[in-house]
């Protein structure tokens, strides 16, 4: 059955790739979507990981005794997931004219844009180091926000170098704000998705200033190396992460030092052998898939079922622990608690999988739902900001999640849904307020996705 299930994740893997690909080079569509990023997430942290599990026999804490029968269940869900997915976002119940309502806003100038910069980059600390940090309750949630106004406050920066690549000014504000909010991200978290976040944000808007109008052959080069130069220091961060949980300087109860501090304090303890636990890291791709495999086999004798838990964690993951102390935890975080796994922080927690939440949360009503609803949200974003590709007010929050929305597959996924949905909250607040301080009064008409739209 293991020969049999790699075969069938190998078929889904090509039809994912040739999906993306397709999409990527064909004239009717745009190169770069947020159906493409899931997808891509999905075959990262599902398929791919399954395959290096079934192939490898490599299991994460949790160990899967018998990889036949869950592999085989796993690769028949991520078809039926899939297609689900894909029918709905062709479909667009009802997404498609909500995403080309017509909207009044203003042109934007570079010096605006660089103002808009400054806006979101200040929110952003408002909203995390002031009061995320001094308010209990009201704290938790502009802490959430605060994700988005930061990627947006790059993203704003690189629309400005992006319109004139040939001024220096906006050059050096670009990598300025590049450095702070790399900074900013690394100063209170170990996650990569800040940095990972940064870099995507550049690229969604490199896309709809610059590449959207060459050939896609140019563009897919372009976003190559953009890639490359973006994966450095993810892998960089990685190593020193590791090194700070062997030593001094690690996340939460790993080490001496937290923050910047701590990242300075595992530079000194840096090896080589340190660069290749993230590598082997992504080539497993935090074992997502073999948490999965281990759901579906220890399902429901270990852990049980939780009927739709993950809209249900969705919908209570904003209200604060302080406030109901009893609030259900993630699913990852449940993994590590019914699988017994010892000598980890009390916040640890694993990466089950999107076909490993579906399961638990009973597949056969979990999977239309959730596959529907993230194929419609992906067609919104995604109808949205090709209709008003050239207005950086609308585009520029959608793009500021696009880290949060790979990995949804990886799961906890109602946390990456959670925070998808506070990124561009966040990202359109300090939008909104820097076009209404920075952009330039149009004559007050309506705009729809149909209407040309020129930014100085």
């Given at each position: 059955?293991?020969?049999?299930?790699?075969?069938?994740?190998?078929?889904?893997?090509?039809a994912?790739?040739?999906?993306?690909?397709?999409?990527?080079?064909?004239?009717?569509?745009?190169a770069?979507?947020?159906?493409?990023?899931?997808?891509?997430?999905?075959?990262?942290?599902?398929?791919?990981?399954?395959?290096?599990?079934?192939?490898?026999?490599?299991t994460?804490m949790?160990?899967?005794?018998?990889?036949?029968?869950?592999?085989?269940?796993?690769?028949?869900?991520?078809?039926?997931?899939?297609?689900?997915?894909?029918?709905?976002?062709?479909?667009?119940?009802?997404?498609?004219?909500?995403?080309?309502?017509?909207?009044?806003?203003?042109?934007a100038?570079?010096?605006?844009?660089?103002?808009?910069?400054i806006i979101?980059?200040?929110?952003?600390?408002v909203?995390?180091?002031?009061?995320?940090?001094?308010v209990?309750v009201?704290?938790?949630?502009?802490?959430?926000?605060?994700?988005?106004?930061?990627?947006a406050?790059?993203?704003?920066?690189?629309?400005?170098?992006?319109?004139?690549?040939?001024?220096?000014?906006?050059?050096?504000?670009?990598?300025?704000?590049?450095?702070?909010?790399?900074?900013?991200?690394?100063?209170?978290?170990?996650?990569?998705?800040?940095?990972?976040?940064?870099?995507?944000?550049?690229?969604?808007?490199g896309?709809?200033?610059?590449?959207?109008?060459?050939?896609?052959?140019?563009?897919?080069?372009?976003?190559?190396?953009?890639?490359?130069?973006?994966?450095v220091?993810?892998?960089?961060?990685?190593?020193?992460?590791?090194?700070?949980?062997?030593?001094?300087?690690?996340?939460?109860?790993?080490?001496?030092?937290?923050?910047l501090?701590?990242?300075?304090?595992?530079?000194?303890?840096?090896?080589?052998?340190?660069?290749?636990?993230?590598?082997m890291?992504?080539?497993?791709?935090?074992?997502?898939?073999?948490?999965?495999?281990?759901l579906?086999?220890?399902?429901?004798?270990?852990?049980?079922?939780?009927?739709?838990?993950?809209l249900?964690?969705l919908?209570?993951?904003?209200?604060?622990?302080?406030?109901?102390?009893?609030?259900?935890?993630?699913?990852?975080?449940?993994?590590?608690?019914?699988?017994?796994?010892?000598r980890?922080?009390?916040?640890?927690?694993?990466g089950p999988?999107?076909?490993?939440?579906?399961?638990?949360?009973?597949?056969?009503?979990?999977?239309?739902?959730?596959?529907?609803?993230?194929?419609l949200a992906?067609?919104?974003?995604?109808?949205?900001?090709?209709?008003?590709?050239?207005?950086?007010?609308?585009?520029?929050?959608?793009?500021?999640?696009?880290a949060?929305?790979?990995?949804?597959?990886?799961?906890?996924?109602?946390?990456?849904?959670?925070?998808?949905?506070?990124?561009?909250?966040?990202?359109w607040?300090?939008s909104?307020i820097?076009a209404?301080?920075?952009?330039?009064?149009?004559?007050g008409?309506?705009?729809?996705?149909?209407?040309?739209?020129?930014?100085?």
């Amino acid at each position: 059955m293991i020969a049999i299930s790699i075969l069938i994740l190998l078929i889904t893997a090509v039809a994912i790739i040739t999906i993306v690909v397709r999409d990527t080079f064909a004239a009717g569509k745009e190169a770069v979507s947020m159906k493409s990023i899931f997808l891509l997430g999905f075959l990262f942290f599902q398929t791919s990981s399954t395959i290096f599990t079934l192939l490898t026999g490599e299991t994460d804490m949790l160990y899967v005794e018998n990889l036949g029968t869950p592999a085989l269940i796993f690769a028949s869900l991520s078809i039926i997931f899939l297609s689900i997915f894909l029918y709905a976002y062709a479909r667009g119940w009802g997404v498609v004219s909500l995403a080309h309502r017509p909207t009044r806003t203003p042109k934007a100038s570079i010096g605006g844009l660089v103002g808009a910069s400054i806006i979101c980059v200040s929110a952003g600390f408002v909203c995390r180091d002031l009061i995320g940090t001094t308010v209990p309750v009201l704290g938790v949630l502009t802490f959430q926000l605060a994700s988005g106004m930061y990627v947006a406050s790059v993203a704003f920066a690189a629309w400005a170098w992006f319109l004139d690549a040939r001024r220096i000014t906006t050059a050096l504000w670009l990598v300025w704000m590049v450095v702070l909010v790399t900074a900013a991200f690394l100063a209170v978290e170990w996650s990569r998705r800040g940095i990972v976040s940064v870099f995507l944000g550049v690229a969604w808007v490199g896309y709809f200033v610059k590449w959207r109008n060459i050939s896609r052959g140019r563009f897919v080069k372009w976003i190559t190396v953009l890639l490359i130069v973006g994966f450095v220091p993810v892998v960089l961060q990685s190593a020193l992460r590791s090194a700070a949980q062997g030593g001094g300087g690690g996340p939460k109860g790993t080490g001496a030092l937290g923050g910047l501090a701590g990242y300075v304090e595992a530079f000194g303890n840096l090896n080589i052998s340190d660069l290749f636990t993230p590598i082997m890291e992504i080539a497993a791709a935090q074992f997502a898939g073999s948490n999965s495999l281990w759901l579906i086999e220890e399902c429901p004798a270990l852990q049980p079922y939780m009927p739709l838990h993950q809209l249900y964690y969705l919908s209570v993951h904003p209200v604060p622990r302080i406030l109901w102390e009893n609030k259900p935890t993630g699913l990852g975080r449940e993994m590590v608690i019914v699988g017994n796994i010892q000598r980890v922080g009390d916040e640890h927690n694993l990466g089950p999988g999107i076909i490993g939440h579906c399961w638990v949360d009973l597949w056969w009503l979990s999977i239309p739902i959730y596959a529907i609803i993230l194929g419609l949200a992906m067609r919104y974003i995604d109808e949205r900001a090709s209709a008003f590709a050239e207005i950086p007010w609308i585009v520029i929050p959608l793009g500021a999640a696009t880290a949060h929305i790979f990995g949804i597959p990886r799961g906890e996924t109602a946390l990456f849904a959670f925070n998808t949905i506070a990124a561009i909250v966040g990202a359109w607040l300090a939008s909104a307020i820097s076009a209404y301080i920075f952009g330039r009064q149009t004559d007050g008409e309506m705009l729809t996705g149909a209407e040309e739209y020129n930014a100085d």
